[in-house]
């Protein structure tokens, strides 16, 4: 069963910027498709907002908030998938999951925490 552990998110100053990383376990990715998540704090909908996703194809897609900013990426053979953020802004601050999609099912990281503040 595929596991799904997020790291890379801490505290940066606006206009900064980050690399999250989801690293799989248990099975490999690479016939996944990949998404990378966020859910802000005290969002009163309780629902987690999809910001860029990549195909097994490494086709990526993007939000319209992250459109230009915000880079998604997979290495199979590290078996990690990557999103690297740029010009962050206070409205960015969320916790960020990583989500696979595969024929076990749906698979969720644990959440990375980003703050973004001066």
């Known amino acids: 069963q595929m596991r799904l552990v997020e790291s890379g998110g801490g505290l940066v100053q606006p206009g900064g910027s980050l690399k999250l990383s989801c690293r799989a376990f248990?099975?490999?990715?690479?016939?996944?498709?990949m998404a990378w998540f966020r859910q802000a704090p005290g969002d009163k909908r309780d629902e987690r907002d999809l910001?860029?996703?990549?195909?097994?194809?490494?086709?990526?897609s993007y939000a319209d908030s992250v459109m230009g900013r915000f880079t998604i990426s997979r290495d199979n053979d590290m078996n990690t998938m990557y999103l690297e953020m740029m010009r962050l802004k206070p409205e960015d601050t969320a916790t960020y999951y990583c989500?696979?999609?595969?024929?076990?099912?749906?698979?969720w990281g644990q959440g990375t925490q980003v703050t973004v503040s001066s």
């Open positions: 910001i860029a996703g990549i195909s097994p194809g490494f086709v990526p």
């Open positions: 989500r696979a999609v595969n024929s076990e099912g749906v698979i």
């Open positions: 248990g099975s490999i990715i690479s016939r996944s498709t």
